[in-house]
């Protein structure tokens, strides 16, 4: 008797192509239960979370009073880099007076309130926000994105939404709180 007959049965009774295709689907099984992989997080991540505040810089906000749309101790949604992380407190606003640069007679420069009347409608924001996040190699992360210097975020609230930069980060040890 063959061991390969003619139409590619095995003793003539398994096909070769059956076979490899049985290997495929068993070589799959095992590499997806039982071979780990580094997706989701551990447990030990999810324990380590620990206060993470972000200073962000909000430039040209159309609104005369933005401090009445914004309120410290209040939550807003935020956005890093296109990715929602959900709700973040607001620890602090600060609005940033609007000045402009005028130079004096005896030549030195000073920095004078903003008298074109449109600039009363748009301000400038410093917000210290806070979330919870984790601190890894590669700097703080809040919910799955680093937060660094430059980076691009949104703040939105029930009245308002709008883009910022971020322009510094600071990780608070958990026992602070």
Not at 27 to 50: D, E, N, T, W, Y
Not at 129 to 137: A, C, D, F, H
């Amino acid at each position: 008797m063959k061991i390969i007959d003619s139409h590619g049965r095995l003793f003539g009774k398994l096909s070769l192509l059956d076979i490899g295709a049985g290997l495929i689907l068993l070589f799959v099984v095992i590499g997806l239960f039982f071979i780990p992989g580094k997706s989701g997080s551990s447990i030990a991540q999810v324990a380590a979370s620990q206060p993470i505040e972000v200073d962000v810089l909000v430039l040209g906000l159309s609104t005369p009073k933005p401090q009445e749309l914004i309120k410290a101790g209040t939550t807003a949604n935020f956005v890093i880099r296109n990715q929602p992380y959900g709700a973040i407190d607001i620890k602090n606003v600060e609005v940033l007076p609007r000045t402009v640069i005028a130079s004096q007679p005896d030549g030195s420069i000073k920095a004078l309130p903003d008298p074109r009347p449109e600039m009363g409608f748009s301000s400038n924001l410093l917000l210290t926000v806070e979330g919870k996040g984790q601190v890894t190699r590669n700097g703080p992360v809040l919910g799955n994105s680093n937060v660094k210097v430059g980076t691009p975020v949104e703040v939105e609230g029930p009245g308002y939404s709008f883009r910022a930069s971020i322009i510094d980060v600071r990780v608070e040890s958990a026992g602070n709180s």
